[in-house]
């Protein structure tokens, strides 16, 4: 792995974390669903914009299609969706905890749902991983972290985690910002209803601080981190790149304490450094050996 694919993978872990301290900021002020859904049209818009100036198509193969509908509606509308209702009562840190297990949740899933196999390396991890997030959750339970938030955050991980199941090897494609353009219009299409119902009339306070972290939001973490992450995963491959994820706990929880001022105790401290040990292990259990890319080495050949 290059110096360029660390650097992209160190920053795609950083903006994806800080995504979590600015969601806070926004939704103690707006209702969720429908700062959400203008986070997304606005972040379509732009994308696609950009894309039609790089020279990219909207004209998709199946296969992107399929990455674009799946990751519309399971990253955009339920993961972030779920994750930006439970963070009007979970703080950001706990809920980057809780979304920096999808790495895994993919592994479990992938295991008891299609019958993949894991390394010992990964088996560790995994228990490493539920041991961390246990410290830090059973320390903020007897803080008063809100139960229906946290389960809104966790229901969000299965959903972002069935989707990068779902979309293995869609990484690689010349419209990569086409494609992050239009899920995020697929998205924004998906909360239209659900926001009318559940938020019509709700006000929204506003003030420039709230302003800053919705448009932070939109271009950061909404567009920036998402392509980068498609390149990445385009230049090292999926489950690499996957591997950077172990960086988002830490990020995470020390974001949110330098600007939300929000807790960080030893058990914050020690159960992210577990969390990320285990994501690190899951990931690395998942790279093919040497011996394996050789013997898989004929069946890619060209004919």
């Known amino acids: 792995m290059d110096l360029k694919s660390i650097a992209m993978g160190i920053g795609f872990a950083f903006f994806w974390a800080s995504a979590f301290t600015s969601t806070r900021v926004i939704v103690q002020a707006a209702p969720p669903l429908m700062a959400l859904l203008i986070r997304f049209a606005l972040s379509a818009v732009l994308a696609i914009l950009l894309a039609r100036m790089m020279g990219q198509s909207w004209?998709?193969?199946?296969?992107?299609?399929?990455?674009?509908?799946?990751?519309?509606?399971?990253?955009?509308?339920?993961?972030?969706?779920?994750?930006?209702?439970?963070?009007?009562?979970?703080?950001?840190s706990a809920a980057s905890?809780?979304?920096?297990?999808?790495?895994?949740?993919?592994?479990?899933?992938?295991?008891?749902?299609?019958?993949?196999?894991?390394?010992?390396?990964?088996?560790?991890?995994?228990?490493?991983?539920?041991?961390?997030?246990?410290i830090i959750m059973g320390v903020r339970l007897n803080h008063g972290l809100d139960?229906?938030?946290?389960?809104?955050?966790?229901?969000?991980?299965?959903?972002?985690?069935?989707?990068?199941?779902?979309?293995?090897?869609?990484?690689?494609?010349?419209?990569?910002?086409?494609?992050?353009?239009?899920?995020?219009?697929?998205?924004?299409?998906?909360?239209?209803?659900p926001a009318a119902w559940l938020e019509w009339g709700q006000p929204i306070h506003w003030s420039w601080t709230l302003v800053w972290a919705f448009l932070y939001t939109v271009i950061v973490p909404g567009i920036v981190a998402t392509w980068i992450w498609f390149l990445l995963v385009g230049r090292i491959g999926a489950v690499r790149a996957a591997t950077f994820h172990f960086l988002s706990p830490l990020f995470g929880v020390i974001i949110a304490a330098l600007l939300l001022n929000e807790r960080f105790g030893l058990s914050d401290v020690v159960g992210a450094a577990i969390v990320a040990v285990g994501i690190l292990m899951v990931q690395i259990a998942r790279i093919p050996?040497?011996?394996?890319?050789?013997?898989?080495?004929p069946e890619t050949k060209p004919q």
Do not use: D, H
């Not at 193969?61 to 779920?82: D, K, P, S």
């Not at 991980?157 to 979309?167: D, E, R």
């Not at 050996?289 to 080495?297: G, N, S």
């Open 59 to 92: 004209k998709l193969n199946r296969a992107e299609w399929r990455t674009v509908v799946i990751f519309g509606i399971c990253q955009n509308a339920l993961y972030l969706g779920l994750n930006w209702v439970g963070m009007q009562t979970v703080e950001a």
């Open 97 to 134: 905890i809780i979304a920096s297990m999808m790495p895994l949740l993919v592994a479990l899933l992938g295991w008891a749902a299609m019958g993949e196999k894991l390394r010992p390396m990964a088996v560790v991890g995994l228990i490493a991983g539920g041991v961390g997030v246990c």
């Open 147 to 193: 139960v229906f938030g946290t389960m809104l955050c966790l229901f969000g991980a299965v959903a972002l985690a069935l989707a990068t199941l779902a979309s293995r090897g869609a990484g690689g494609s010349r419209n990569m910002m086409m494609i992050v353009g239009l899920q995020m219009a697929i998205g924004s299409l998906a909360l239209l209803l």
């Open 289 to 297: 050996t040497p011996q394996t890319a050789t013997t898989a080495a």
